[in-house]
């Protein structure tokens, strides 16, 4: 007998663009398609400012 795991889906998009002064920026659009009146859009700076929020919403995620 097997267990059949509930299938969740999520997406995240992250639109990044370079700045006159070379830094980068994002926004990252994410939503967990189970609750999707919950997606969330947040203005990023700097790589690990972006890294570091991708990586906190796919933690909550799983």
Sequence with gaps: MSATLEERTGVIVVRAWLESN???????????????????VSPVEGVDEIVGLVRAWLERFA
């Design 22 to 40: 070379g830094r980068v920026r994002a926004r990252v659009t994410a939503t967990d398609l189970a609750k999707p009146a919950e997606e969330s």
